[in-house]
């Protein structure tokens, strides 16, 4: 697998030449707002936590593990085969990483395993977003879908919705579909005056994350779950019918 994608998003990132700082200086504000909604949860940090695939996000209070080792990387390893024998993590973030995943059941498997139990595992996807590759692009999420996972692995689903709406999926597209249209030389120019000029408009998903057809058009959704402990899977048995 090759990295050198992620290795020049890095560089751009953290350029101090003359050229990168102009071109951060350039850069239009994001296409999108985030649902505040997401973060309302009591779900705390414990001794140790794990971040999966922060490469260059630096996450304070996690053991950031990704694929490659990059700066600010503490474990370079496969989500999939997770170097740790027992439960040890209260809380586990996998933010935009299944989609670029060979198998996300195995590794959601993997990520319920070495939760506590009572621990906590936040998991965000793109449903309606342009290909992008970390190292690679192979799929997209329904809301229904991330549960799924989740449920599938034995994790029960505590917070659910979408981090960014259907307005951040129309300018991403249009941004996209803009770079289609632009030579190699004009593409960033492009991107950068377009960016400028429509970043306005992501407020309006403050309007629309209630109501219900989020899903047909949501940008990235995000599920909250939680491991059963032995108190609460002994408290769900049933009674015993006389
Ligand atoms: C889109 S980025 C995630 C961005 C991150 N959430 C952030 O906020 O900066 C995807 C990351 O997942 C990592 N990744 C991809 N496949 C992985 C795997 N099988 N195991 C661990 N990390 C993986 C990539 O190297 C990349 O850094």
Redesign the pocket.
């Known amino acids: 697998m090759d990295d050198s994608t992620?290795r020049a998003l890095d560089e751009v990132r953290r350029s101090s030449t003359w050229r990168g700082r102009l071109r951060r200086w350039f850069t239009p504000p994001a296409p999108l707002v985030m649902n505040p909604e997401e973060w309302r949860i009591d779900a705390p940090l414990g001794r140790w936590n794990l971040y999966?695939?922060?490469?260059?996000?630096r996450p304070q209070g996690y053991v950031n593990?990704?694929?490659?080792p990059l700066p600010g990387v503490d474990l370079a390893a496969?989500?999939?085969f997770l170097p740790f024998a027992v439960p040890l993590f209260q809380r586990i973030e996998c933010?935009?990483?299944l989609e670029?995943?060979a198998r996300p059941d195995a590794i959601v498997g993997e990520l319920s395993r070495v939760l506590l139990p009572g621990g906590y595992l936040h998991l965000v996807t793109p449903f309606a977003h342009p290909f992008h590759e970390?190292?690679r692009d192979y799929r997209r999420f329904t809301l229904d879908g991330l549960r799924l996972l989740g449920e599938t692995a034995g994790l029960v689903a505590v917070k659910e919705g979408w981090r960014t709406g259907p307005t951040a999926t129309l300018l991403v597209f249009v941004l996209e579909y803009a770079k289609l249209w632009s030579p190699k030389w004009l593409r960033a120019a492009v991107h950068a005056v377009l960016g400028w000029v429509l970043f306005p408009l992501r407020y309006l998903d403050h309007l629309l994350f209630r109501k219900p057809g989020v899903r047909q058009l949501g940008n990235h959704c995000y599920v909250w779950l939680q491991k059963p402990s032995a108190v609460q899977r002994l408290g769900d048995e049933k009674p015993p019918l006389d």
């Open positions: 992620i999966i695939g922060g490469a260059a996000a593990l990704d694929l490659f496969d989500a999939e933010d935009a990483v670029h995943v970390y190292p």
